[in-house]
């Protein structure tokens, strides 16, 4: 359930610190229309997303990561494995930006 949560707030974040139209193949991702302010957050309103959760989907097994705010930045991670091998990776952050958050997330796979 918290990992739900989690992925239901990185989509949130991810809205709210870019103002870009709508990715047509990527629907469910909301963004902020263009010159709307940002919403007031601060990066120790997430601490509650600090843990571990592993769990089925996106076709193998997915595990992430929080740490608590630490200088109004988060630090996370993502892994997917499938048949016990990874096959991608996510290294994320939530840092505090001009009173409200901004969500970072560099991707990778393994070589």
Same mark, same amino acid.
């Given at each position: ?18 103002? *870009?139209?709508?990715? %047509?193949? $990527? =629907? ?6 263009? /010159? !709307?302010? +940002?919403? &007031? ?19 193998? *097994?997915?595990?992430? %990561?929080? $740490? =608590? ?6 630090? /996370? !991670?993502? +892994?997917? &494995? ?30």
């Amino acid at each position: 359930m918290r990992w739900i949560l989690a992925s239901c707030v990185v989509a949130i974040l991810t809205s709210s610190s870019i103002a *870009q139209p709508q990715v %047509s193949h $990527l =629907p469910h991702i909301k963004r902020l229309p263009s /010159g !709307s302010a +940002r919403p &007031a957050a601060r990066a120790s309103e997430l601490d509650w997303l600090a843990g571990q959760w592993r769990g089925e989907g996106l076709g193998g *097994q997915c595990e992430e %990561s929080w $740490l =608590p705010a630490v200088g109004g930045t988060l630090i /996370g !991670s993502f +892994r997917l &494995a499938d048949d016990g091998k990874p096959v991608f990776y996510e290294f994320l952050a939530i840092t505090e930006d001009a009173g409200s958050l901004t969500f970072r997330v560099k991707h990778s796979t393994p070589t």
